[in-house]
């Protein structure tokens, strides 16, 4: 399965930049059904209110800077250890 890379943590901390990524995910995900969409941005800035506007959590894996990827619900069961 090929891969699609968005870094969107540069872009991430205003609310419209949020709401442009929320889109920009969607997009993706939408118009490249066959493709792995793989997200580089911090995982805590997710929480389920934003998980809730993603079309397909199963089509996203978020990567972080030492490489290793999580899957939407593996985030969400960790941030919500702190």
Do not use: C, Q
Request: net charge negative.
């Amino acid at each position: 399965m090929n891969e699609i890379r968005l870094n969107l943590g540069y872009f991430w901390d205003s609310t419209s930049n949020i709401e442009s990524n929320i889109n920009s995910i969607n997009y993706n995900i939408e118009h490249n059904k066959d493709k792995k969409l793989i997200i580089d941005l911090s995982v805590s800035y997710f929480d389920s209110s934003i998980f809730e506007r993603i079309v397909d959590l199963d089509a996203i894996e978020f990567e972080s800077r030492d490489g290793h990827r999580y899957k939407p619900n593996d985030i969400l069961r960790e941030n919500t250890k702190f």
